[in-house]
């Protein structure tokens, strides 16, 4: 895959992020108190998580053609790091 495939596959993954964020901030209201302070708790997680890809996305962008290789691999394994987080805090609240 090229730099641009791999980024534009990584950017529908945040929008995928950004619906999830955006319905459980819909669905706070109808929580009762206690669920309510976890789900923020993860909601607060989960937007932390997408700051963090969306700062790997713009390295990744930013880095040579000589580069790419060596900040592809690190790049890809951190945001795995981030989409398994995500997942965790999604499964607290879903």
Not at 33 to 58: G, N
């Amino acid at each position: 895959m090229t730099r641009d495939e791999i980024v534009e596959g990584l950017k529908r993954q945040i929008d995928e992020w950004n619906a999830r964020i955006a319905g459980l901030e819909a669905d706070l209201e109808k929580r009762k108190v206690e669920s309510r302070a976890e789900a923020e708790k993860s909601l607060a997680e989960m937007k932390r998580l997408r700051a963090e890809a969306e700062t790997e996305i713009a390295r990744m962008r930013q880095t040579s053609e000589s580069q790419w290789e060596e900040t592809r691999a690190k790049g890809e394994a951190a945001l795995n790091d981030i989409a398994e987080g995500f997942r965790r805090a999604w499964s607290r609240v879903s």
